[in-house]
């Protein structure tokens, strides 16, 4: 992919361009697809929110808000990794309503639900509750925004070390080092 065409698609989008913006759907939604997919973890494919309805929701997010703009393609990954947890994490709250609810079609739990706190390369996998891990990413927002974004970019938006160091102006070392203390952080927290 043409970080220069994707950037120049980014901004057309952005700017309300339908051309664009499906030049852009046709650039990245293997690899937002391949993202929603790793976040199931190759669970079973009975979960009411699959990969393709989280792509599509995600992207019409992504390019129908107002504030839309662009500046390259790590930073729509960012921005695509921000959304994807959110819409995650608000369809979990949302059948967690519903159960409490007693709406009995909402009863089998998924495995959207559930989320394993790795890096995309799935070292040292810990499956986690999403709601749980939302919450816990909210107040590491307040604690360390760094170790936040850097939690979000790695395994929300599966970007390699590199691209995170760039996108954070930072050194590949401090990326690292932010992604094994904020797992640790989290882990400790989800433990407690």
């Known amino acids: 992919m043409d970080p220069h065409e994707m950037t120049l698609l980014l901004h057309g989008a952005s700017n309300g361009d339908r051309e664009a913006a499906n030049r852009l759907v046709?650039?990245?939604?293997?690899?937002?697809?391949?993202?929603?997919?790793s976040f199931a973890g190759g669970?079973?494919?009975?979960?009411?929110?699959?990969?393709?309805?989280?792509?599509?929701?995600?992207?019409?997010?992504?390019?129908?808000?107002?504030?839309?703009?662009?500046?390259?393609?790590?930073?729509?990954?960012?921005?695509?990794?921000?959304a994807m947890r959110q819409i995650l994490a608000d369809h979990a709250r949302r059948k967690r309503t519903a159960k409490r609810g007693g709406d009995a079609t909402l009863q089998q739990p998924t495995n959207w639900d559930r989320a394993d706190l790795a890096s995309p390369a799935r070292e040292e996998p810990r499956e986690v509750d999403v709601v749980a891990l939302d919450d816990l990413l909210a107040e590491l927002a307040r604690v360390d925004e760094r170790?936040?974004?850097?939690?979000?970019?790695?395994?929300?938006?599966?970007?390699?070390?590199?691209?995170?160091?760039?996108?954070?102006?930072?050194?590949?070392?401090t990326v690292e080092a932010d992604w094994r203390a904020a797992r640790a952080w989290l882990a400790m927290r989800l433990s407690q």
């Open 43 to 82: 669970h079973s494919a009975n979960h009411t929110l699959q990969p393709t309805a989280l792509v599509h929701e995600a992207f019409v997010k992504l390019v129908q808000s107002p504030s839309a703009n662009y500046n390259d393609r790590g930073h729509f990954f960012a921005v695509a990794a921000t």
């Open 147 to 173: 170790r936040y974004r850097v939690v979000e970019l790695r395994y929300f938006g599966g970007l390699e070390v590199e691209q995170v160091a760039r996108l954070l102006d930072v050194s590949k070392s």
């Open 26 to 37: 046709q650039l990245v939604y293997d690899q937002l697809r391949a993202l929603a997919g």
